[in-house]
């Protein structure tokens, strides 16, 4: 298998790897961490490509357990972790599996909503997510997703350019991260410090903060209170994108304080 892909901006002495989510890319301004360069000030930032989307190479099937593996290979020796959407699935279970490469761990709105099974809006949503999944037209093409999962919810249909079909065509395929069954003890058990960051929602279209923002919101207070995160949440519904600043700050902030606790003492 052909190695992952990745983006590196900065040359700093501790480096922190990126995880997207669907229909994007490591470098993506629209959907990805292209706001979260101004880090590469002080940061070495690995901006991974997941398997079929931007530079990596193609995958039949890729799931968040291929993404861990990739995202093992790119912590190395040690590095920071953030994981948004589906890229948060691969980064949770990249962290159980190698809690002794991780020296942070920050989720952006996590696509994992089975940890949280239980709570009335995720269950439905749940519900909602394997019909859906169930019901997908074989014949329907990237781009009717595309206008399907964005439109028919209230949002803007971005540019249908080859990168973002590609990244589409990917996500059809996908095994769903909304029901990834990871292990919370290990995370909550691991030494190093870990930060949930979460949009508020009000500004999101009604469909779009009925079917996703509720059961978001509601699976990251959980998995946020199960692990010991801290919690940031900044208006909005794509806190990277919309609120660069604030979520920028707080993860210079979470990895100096990181780096800082892990220097010996003499």
Same mark, same amino acid.
């Given at each position: 298998?052909?190695?992952?892909?990745?983006?590196?901006?900065?040359?700093?002495?501790?480096?922190?790897?990126?995880?997207?989510?669907?229909?994007?890319?490591?470098?993506?301004?629209?959907?990805?961490?292209?706001?979260?360069?101004?880090?590469?000030?002080?940061?070495?930032?690995?901006?991974?490509?997941?398997?079929?989307?931007?530079?990596?190479?193609?995958?039949?099937?890729?799931?968040?357990?291929?993404?861990?593996?990739?995202?093992?290979?790119?912590?190395?020796?040690?590095?920071?972790?953030?994981?948004?959407?589906?890229?948060?699935?691969?980064?949770? *279970? $990249?962290?159980?599996?190698? +809690?002794? #490469?991780?020296? =942070?761990? @920050?989720?952006?709105?996590?696509?994992? %909503?089975?940890?949280?099974?239980?709570?009335?809006?995720?269950?439905?949503?749940?519900?909602?997510?394997?019909?859906?999944?169930?019901?997908?037209?074989?014949?329907?093409?990237?781009?009717?997703?595309?206008?399907?999962?964005?439109?028919?919810?209230?949002?803007?249909?971005?540019?249908?350019?080859?990168?973002?079909?590609?990244?589409?065509?990917?996500?059809?395929?996908?095994?769903?991260?909304?029901?990834?069954?990871?292990?919370?003890?290990? *995370? $909550?058990?691991?030494?190093? +410090?870990? #930060?949930?960051? =979460?949009? @508020?929602?009000?500004?999101?279209?009604? %469909?779009?903060?009925?079917?996703?923002?509720?059961?978001?919101?509601?699976?990251?207070?959980?998995?946020?209170?199960?692990?010991?995160?801290?919690?940031?949440?900044?208006?909005?519904?794509?806190?990277?994108?919309?609120?660069?600043?604030?979520?920028?700050?707080?993860?210079?902030?979470?990895?100096?304080?990181?780096?800082?606790?892990?220097?010996?003492?003499?």
């Amino acid at each position: 298998m052909a190695d992952v892909r990745a983006t590196v901006w900065g040359d700093g002495a501790a480096s922190a790897v990126f995880v997207h989510g669907i229909f994007s890319w490591g470098t993506d301004e629209l959907y990805g961490f292209g706001g979260q360069r101004p880090l590469a000030d002080e940061f070495r930032l690995v901006m991974m490509d997941r398997r079929g989307h931007g530079a990596s190479p193609d995958i039949e099937g890729g799931d968040y357990e291929v993404d861990a593996g990739d995202i093992i290979t790119l912590l190395g020796d040690g590095a920071h972790l953030v994981g948004h959407s589906y890229g948060g699935a691969g980064a949770m *279970l $990249a962290a159980v599996r190698r +809690p002794d #490469l991780v020296r =942070s761990l @920050t989720l952006i709105q996590p696509g994992t %909503l089975r940890p949280a099974a239980g709570h009335p809006v995720v269950d439905q949503a749940l519900e909602r997510a394997r019909a859906g999944t169930a019901e997908l037209p074989p014949e329907m093409t990237p781009q009717e997703y595309l206008r399907a999962s964005t439109e028919g919810i209230g949002m803007p249909v971005p540019d249908a350019t080859l990168e973002r079909l590609r990244a589409v065509r990917t996500a059809m395929r996908e095994r769903p991260c909304w029901d990834a069954d990871i292990p919370l003890d290990p *995370l $909550a058990t691991a030494p190093w +410090p870990k #930060l949930m960051i =979460s949009g @508020t929602w009000e500004d999101a279209p009604e %469909l779009y903060r009925r079917y996703a923002g509720e059961p978001l919101i509601a699976a990251a207070e959980f998995i946020a209170d199960r692990i010991g995160a801290r919690s940031l949440k900044v208006p909005g519904y794509y806190p990277q994108v919309q609120q660069p600043v604030p979520v920028n700050d707080a993860l210079r902030t979470l990895w100096r304080q990181a780096d800082q606790s892990a220097e010996p003492h003499l």
